[in-house]
């Protein structure tokens, strides 16, 4: 089988890092090729929910399966198949841009594919906390196809200084990344009413917080 080609633009990062230095988000459009997000949604659609698990909240000393605050089923991506090895290495690519455009630091990369079934929803929360975590940056990749008004499910961004503003409603739509800032930004996933498939992931930094490591796999 021959291999993935992840980007189909030259210069695939350049938008999302100068989004995340001037505004520590961003929204980017068909940022991996049809080919590569094909081959994610075809990953994720073999798995069933048997082999994934309802989410929790909060760190593993204090895990609970909190289905009040977010219901969606998750598994975490190792490089398994040609389309999860693809993915992780196309994204160790966007970090070391980030490390080497803006110093960020970054160490390394976690994700995990989520199901959002209709109904499922993530209540409004931020992703690390300060002084607590090694996240840094949040991203999310949708792969949903022809996602329609009516569909529900939207990524809600507030804004990092007043959480009651809205920084806009975005769709899960094939191919769309979302990258922020894990400390800065609120963030919801509204009601979805149809499944919902997305992979979440962290770039980390390296400090180890009080012995622990994030989060809770
Ligand atoms: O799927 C999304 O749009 C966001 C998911 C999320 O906030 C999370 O997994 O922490
Ligand atoms: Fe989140």
Not at 107 to 124: M, N, V
Not at 140 to 161: I, K, M, S
Request: hydrophobic share 40%.
């Amino acid at each position: 089988m021959s291999a993935i080609i992840p980007f189909t633009s030259q210069t695939p990062f350049d938008k999302v890092v100068s989004d995340i230095r001037e505004k520590g988000w961003s929204i980017t459009d068909d940022f991996f090729s049809d080919e590569m997000v094909d081959a994610l949604m075809m990953d994720i659609s073999e798995l069933d929910n048997s082999y994934m698990k309802q989410a929790g909240v909060g760190r593993s000393s204090d895990h609970q399966v909190a289905l009040n605050r977010r219901s969606d089923y998750i598994r975490w991506i190792d490089p398994i198949t040609p389309a999860r090895s693809a993915f992780l290495s196309a994204m160790s690519e966007l970090r070391l841009e980030f490390n080497r455009r803006l110093f960020l630091g970054l160490w390394d990369y976690e994700a995990h594919f989520a199901r959002y079934e209709e109904g499922a929803f993530y209540e409004k929360h931020v992703d690390a906390f300060k002084g607590k975590s090694n996240r840094v940056l949040s991203t999310v990749l949708y792969l949903n196809e022809n996602w329609a008004e009516g569909d529900g499910g939207e990524l809600v961004l507030f804004d990092e200084c007043d959480e009651t503003v809205e920084l806009g409603r975005y769709f899960p739509l094939k191919g769309r990344l979302a990258v922020f800032l894990s400390e800065e930004f609120p963030h919801e996933v509204l009601t979805a009413q149809r499944t919902r498939h997305s992979i979440a992931g962290w770039f980390r930094v390296n400090n180890s917080i009080q012995n622990t490591v994030d989060p809770d796999q």
